[in-house]
């Protein structure tokens, strides 16, 4: 049984953090390589320019301000400036070069990862809240895309940096860089005991930012109840408790990782410190007030580049948490895919036989067992029962959003596993009782159905419902913005549109899956025009509580206790007596 995951239970890794993960991450940098090889040359270029102020400054105060020679001493203040200057321009060059790398890299992650997501089976968003995947699409990218582009270039760069320091160190007095150095050892044993602690804390913080995400999207998407149950003071005092935690581990965690600059800036001061006195003490007077100087500047130059490592590793570990569970979510099993020899399935007539199937959505608990039938091309099937029988397996399992745990499933003598997904579905209607819209016009919608349809049988496929009535009454008709979930229609409406999206993808396989379930009475006379309209020349399968919309189908199918309890025309199932016919005189007690 899948994990329980819900906005208040924390998300569980399936495997541990290992460097794996940063290798495979570099697919997305190696396209970049020339760009980033680019970008360090010119930090380099730069760093060396930069350290050549130190030996200036020492020249000025030992030689050319003693000596009074003030040609020199502007020659070398020029020098200093044009360094500088030099310094600034190609950093900012290589920060605008490495701002459009980690923008490529951010498009590539989320690509893949998005057109993962689409090909996931629906037990997959079924375990989990939308928010928590979600943030991972958009905020856990964004988070792990500096450290790959702007975070592996620092790194280079600051360890050439700190080369190029130590030797710029060592030509200026030996004696004193072994002084520099020696707080290395010191910094390292810190990093050594805080990097456990601090990557725990970090995913406590993916954690916990993920549940909120979860939370506030379910809210988002459930304020009408919210409000019809006058829920918002509990809701509030929930995200008040999830807000907290995101607050707390943020803060601890932050703590933990701010250990690390804390230390280098102490070391460094002391070092600095140490640096003078071991200058002044036990080195005068072979070292002059230049030298100590200069070597003052390279000190703290060089604890800059281990500042700025140690909040790179500050970084990479806070991201870790972020990449595990990009990574966790690409690495998902796609359930539901194409066999590797997987064929075309080519255009079909629409018969479609069941051979002894068996299903359960959890194993040990089966919905459909060793279902048989057979419907030829072009007639239509009702499938009626008790909720939960499994009509709206059935229809799941003929359109594969799930694989039959035995038998199998054909059409026109084609195996559905082994043809490719979207050959089969895209010769099928289906239409679901949650009727989705998407934002975007009205025209748009229904195009949804078949992108290359004209605007004529847009027009056409929305007249067959009747759904053109209150679009002529809509401000701009097609062209009217319809908000994210169809906001501004009601049910009936919603229902006409997904209607005119089915008609206009012309599918020889129609399925109807309580799709007249939100539609008034007289919408409903409509409705069945259009249903009447897709029937013909289709295999059709149409699951509904209202017996009135399916007596006429030409077959009947009772579902109950794992597989088909009763089949035959209404007639038929009238007459036996049996299940339907107790369902259908009981409808008739309720009018």
């Not at 994990?3 to 890794?13: A, F, G, K, S, W």
């Not at 939308?130 to 450290?147: A, D, E, M, T």
């Not at 460094?268 to 140490?274: K, L, V």
């Not at 091309?377 to 359109?399: D, F, Q, R």
Request: glycine share 6%; charged share 20%.
């Amino acid at each position: 049984m899948p994990q329980r995951n819900t906005y208040d239970i924390d998300e569980r890794l399936e495997t541990p953090f290992n460097f794996k993960h940063l290798k495979r991450s570099l697919v997305y940098v190696k396209p970049r390589a020339h760009r980033m090889l680019l970008a360090l040359s010119l930090s380099c270029t730069a760093s060396i320019l930069s350290l050549t102020v130190p030996r200036i400054v020492e020249r000025v105060m030992d030689v050319t301000v003693p000596n009074k020679n003030y040609a020199e001493l502007f020659l070398l203040a020029a020098l200093a400036a044009g360094a500088i200057v030099t310094s600034i321009l190609l950093s900012k060059t290589r920060a605008y070069i490495m701002s459009k790398v980690g923008q490529d890299i951010i498009y590539d992650i989320r690509s893949d990862l998005f057109a993962h997501l689409q090909k996931l089976q629906f037990s997959y968003f079924d375990d989990r809240p939308h928010g928590k995947i979600l943030v991972r699409v958009v905020q856990y990218v964004n988070s792990v895309s500096n450290i790959l582009s702007n975070g592996l270039i620092d790194f280079i760069l600051e360890i050439f940096n700190l080369v190029f320091i130590v030797i710029f160190m060592m030509f200026t007095h030996m004696r004193l860089s072994l002084v520099v150095l020696a707080g290395l050892p010191v910094l390292f044993t810190i990093l050594f005991i805080i990097k456990p602690a601090q990557r725990r804390a970090w995913q406590q913080v993916s954690n916990k930012n993920s549940n909120l995400n979860a939370y506030v999207a379910e809210s988002i998407n459930g304020m009408r109840v919210t409000q019809i149950f006058a829920r918002e003071k509990v809701n509030s005092g929930i995200m008040d408790r999830l807000a907290r935690n995101s607050r707390i581990s943020l803060i601890k965690a932050s703590m933990i990782s701010n250990l690390i600059w804390v230390s280098v800036d102490n070391i460094s001061q002391i070092i600095t410190a140490s640096l003078y006195v071991v200058g002044v003490l036990f080195t005068a007077p072979t070292v002059s007030f230049g030298t100590l100087i200069a070597m003052s500047n390279y000190s703290w130059r060089f604890w800059m580049p281990i500042n700025r490592i140690a909040q790179i590793y500050n970084d990479f570990i806070n991201t870790i948490a972020y990449l595990e569970r990009i990574f966790e979510t690409m690495d998902e099993t796609v359930l539901i895919d194409d066999a590797p020899d997987a064929y075309e399935l080519p255009e079909i007539r629409g018969n479609v036989t069941f051979e002894n199937v068996t299903f359960g959505y959890e194993r040990g608990s089966e919905v459909l067992h060793d279902v048989s039938f057979d419907i030829p091309a072009g007639m239509s099937v009702a499938l009626v029962g008790p909720t939960g029988a499994g009509k709206t397996t059935i229809v799941n399992l003929l359109s594969r959003f799930y694989d039959v745990s035995g038998g199998r499933i054909l059409i026109d003598g084609h195996d559905i596993s082994k043809v490719k997904l979207a050959s089969l579905r895209g010769q099928m209607g289906i239409m679901l009782q949650d009727s989705f819209i998407f934002s975007g016009t009205v025209a748009d919608n229904i195009r949804y159905g078949r992108l290359d349809a004209t605007q004529e049988q847009i027009e056409a496929s929305a007249a067959v419902v009747h759904a053109d009535e209150f679009i002529s009454r809509m401000e701009a008709k097609y062209e009217t913005e319809i908000q994210e979930r169809g906001s501004r229609l009601s049910q009936g409406q919603k229902q006409l549109l997904s209607f005119a999206r089915t008609i206009i993808s012309d599918p020889k396989i129609l399925i109807l899956d309580e799709a007249t379930s939100s539609i008034d009475t007289k919408t409903e006379a409509y409705v069945q025009e259009g249903i009447n309209y897709l029937l013909k020349g289709r295999t059709s399968f149409i699951i509904a509580h209202r017996l009135s919309t399916i007596r006429h189908c030409d077959r009947i199918m009772y579902i109950k206790d794992h597989g088909i309890s009763e089949y035959g025309t209404h007639e038929e199932l009238i007459d036996k007596k049996g299940d339907y016919y107790e369902l259908y005189t009981s409808q008739l007690m309720e009018l």
